[in-house]
């Protein structure tokens, strides 16, 4: 089946540096992908869809100059946290829909822990 | 190795009760999720087990044991909006979620 991965698997960064999470789809390509948050026991946030080749979209609320994402190929979204903050701390999961035959399944990430210290 | 292992469809009577089962491998087990996703929008969290047995909340129920490496969620007095696909995922001993491919459930009249 459709693999997503994501690096790093957990960060612990100081307050007001910048954090560079990768999402990669392993055996297929994929011109979306989409971002989300999540806090404990809640559901997934989407905060954008990532966009190859293309300006992402964001979600109301989400500011867009913190969060700044690269869809730099049909196999590789970025989601860089800039200045981050300890509100920022939480953890990270990207999908990217398709795969083999199948377009309307979404593959998950394994996710990303941030925590900003 | 990790694995997560659902019924990829299954189909049911509004009115009626299902029952999605789920078992796992993971490295390491630090709970499971429940979320139910509909077609184009963000998973929505349905529940999250740690401990052994059955927690009930409202229509739906989930039910763990570690000991089997299986869970599963019960949905009762089934309503049209139901039909959704529904995700299990565990989390590991690094957590990290390892997702299912998801059970798309149908509901009929």
């Known amino acids: 089946g459709a693999v997503v991965s994501q690096h790093p698997s957990r960060v612990i960064c100081k307050s007001g540096t910048s954090v560079k999470i990768e999402c990669r789809s392993l055996d297929f390509q994929a011109t979306t992908m989409f971002w989300y948050r999540q806090f404990p026991k809640q559901s997934l946030m989407l905060m954008a869809t990532s966009n190859e080749g293309s300006k992402a979209t964001y979600e109301q609320g989400v500011e867009k100059d913190k969060f700044l994402i690269n869809h730099a190929s049909l196999t590789l979204s970025t989601l860089t946290v800039t200045s981050a903050h300890p509100e920022d701390s939480s953890f990270y999961i990207c999908s990217a829909p398709g795969g083999t035959g199948d377009a309307d399944t979404q593959y998950f990430g394994p996710g990303t822990r941030l925590t900003v210290l | 190795g990790q694995n997560i292992d659902q019924p990829t469809e299954m189909t049911a009577t509004e009115g009626a009760i299902v029952q999605i089962n789920c078992t796992y491998q993971?490295?390491?087990?630090?709970?499971l999720f429940w979320y139910q996703q509909h077609a184009g929008e963000a998973p929505t969290f349905l529940s999250y087990n740690v401990l052994d047995g059955l927690e009930e909340k409202g229509r739906f129920s989930s039910f763990l044991s570690r000991s089997k490496g299986y869970s599963y969620l019960l949905l009762k007095e089934l309503q049209m909006k139901d039909s959704a696909s529904y995700l299990c995922a565990p989390l590991d001993s690094n957590y990290q979620l390892i997702w299912g491919a998801g059970t798309k459930l149908i509901i009929k009249p």
């Open positions: 993971t490295s390491g087990f630090n709970g």
